[in-house]
């Protein structure tokens, strides 16, 4: 099993432009997450997925988009980059409200 | 509001010592306290996690206490070893899919 996977590991955008971060599960996880880490701020959600079809609001989500079509995919976008979302993005998924797995991050530096 | 704090200063310790890291929560009712090892530019692990009702847990050398009167949380790792040198966070959730972040705490084991 890959596990969790993002799709890409790096990307630089200008200002205004957009993108779509991919997250991929293999483990059959009902619940998936995005996340960003700043330094000094830890981990910060910014949108969760309780199944297929179904998204909410994490304590980050605006400037954000996410989708979740497929119970092993969770995409997380960005409509009109700003400097302010360079971060580094976490997906992770988890079969019940316990354990995290989570993907190996996507930095994203918008200039 | 809600907060957790973690020691944001690095804890230096000799190897075959043991390391002792602090999560301390306010104006939060936990139902489930996890920690996670983050090592340099890769997602965050699960280690362990603890219930509101249990008072330690315990896995090979690592130990987990959960005091929900002092609002506290220690993790142990016994007999240190350089591998050990990460960052370490803490996660606590109420029971819902929301869980809040510590920012870690780095730990460096001295060979």
């Known amino acids: 099993n890959a596990g969790v996977t993002q799709t890409p590991k790096f990307r630089v955008l200008k200002t205004g432009q957009s993108m779509t971060l991919l997250c991929a599960q293999d483990?059959?996880?009902?619940?998936m997450y995005w996340y960003r880490q700043d330094p000094g701020m830890g981990l910060r959600l910014i949108h969760y997925?309780?199944?297929?079809?179904?998204?909410a609001k994490g304590e980050v989500p605006d400037g954000y988009n996410v989708s979740r079509l497929k119970k092993q995919n969770f995409l997380l976008g960005l409509e009109s980059a700003a400097p302010s979302q360079t971060s580094v993005y976490f997906c992770?998924?988890?079969?019940?409200?316990?354990?995290?797995?989570f993907g190996p991050g996507t930095r994203l530096l918008v200039l | 509001s809600q907060k957790i704090e973690q020691n944001s200063e690095a804890l230096n310790i000799q190897e075959g010592k043991t390391a002792t890291l602090t999560c301390n929560y306010t104006?939060?009712?936990?139902?489930?306290l996890q920690w996670y090892r983050q090592d340099p530019g890769r997602g965050p692990v699960f280690l362990l996690l603890?219930?509101?009702?249990?008072k330690e847990k315990r896995k090979e050398r690592l130990k987990v206490t959960f005091d929900t009167t002092l609002k506290q949380s220690l993790f142990h790792i016994t007999a240190s070893q350089p591998a050990d040198s990460a960052t370490y966070l803490c996660?606590?959730?109420?029971?819902?899919?929301?869980?809040?972040f510590g920012t870690g705490t780095r730990l460096k084991v001295l060979a």
């Open positions: 992770a998924s988890s079969p019940v409200q316990e354990t995290q797995y």
């Open positions: 483990m059959n996880h009902e619940y």
């Open positions: 997925s309780v199944g297929e079809g179904t998204t």
């Open positions: 104006n939060y009712s936990p139902a489930y």
């Open positions: 603890i219930r509101e009702n249990e």
């Open positions: 996660a606590l959730t109420s029971g819902t899919y929301k869980y809040i």
